[in-house]
C-alpha cells in the first residue's frame, strides 16, 4: 500500500518560512517523480513545484526564488522549504508521487499553511 505522509505546515507571518516533509513508503521512491501541490479555498489545486526521479525541479512562477523542492532519495523523502511567505500562498499543500514506470499517482493527505499578513 502506498503511503505518502506530509508534515511541516503550520501557521507563521508574513515573510516567515517553512519546510514541508514527505515521506513516501510501498512504492519505489527512486522510480517517482515527486510534486507539491496546493489547494486555496474556492480556488483549483495547482502545482507548486517538482522534482523528476533524476533530480530536475520545475516551479510555478509565483514561487520562483522563494521555494526549493528538494528530495532525499536515501530517506524516501521530499521536502519543500518555502521562505519569504506572503499570504497568498495559504493552502492546503498535497504532496503528489507520480511512478514513471506506471504512470500511477498518488497522493498525500495534506498539510494546511496559513500564513498571517
Known amino acids: 500500500q502506498v503511503q505518502l505522509v506530509e508534515s511541516g505546515g503550520g501557521l507563521v507571518q508574513a515573510g516567515g518560512s517553512l519546510r514541508l516533509s514527505c515521506a513516501m513508503s510501498?512504492?519505489?521512491?527512486?522510480?517517482?517523480?515527486m510534486g507539491w501541490y496546493r489547494q486555496a479555498p474556492g480556488k483549483q489545486r495547482e502545482l507548486v513545484a517538482s522534482i523528476t526521479s533524476g533530480g530536475s525541479s520545475n516551479y510555478a512562477d509565483s514561487v520562483k526564488g522563494r521555494f526549493t523542492i528538494s528530495r532525499d532519495n536515501a530517506k524516501n523523502t521530499v521536502y519543500l522549504q518555502m521562505n519569504s511567505l506572503k499570504p497568498e500562498d495559504t493552502a492546503v499543500y498535497y504532496c503528489?508521487?507520480?511512478?514513471?514506470?506506471?504512470?500511477?499517482?498518488?497522493w498525500g493527505q495534506g498539510t494546511q499553511v496559513t500564513v498571517s499578513s
Open positions: 503528489n508521487a507520480a511512478s514513471i514506470w506506471s504512470g500511477k499517482m498518488f
Open positions: 510501498g512504492i519505489i521512491f527512486i522510480s517517482s517523480d
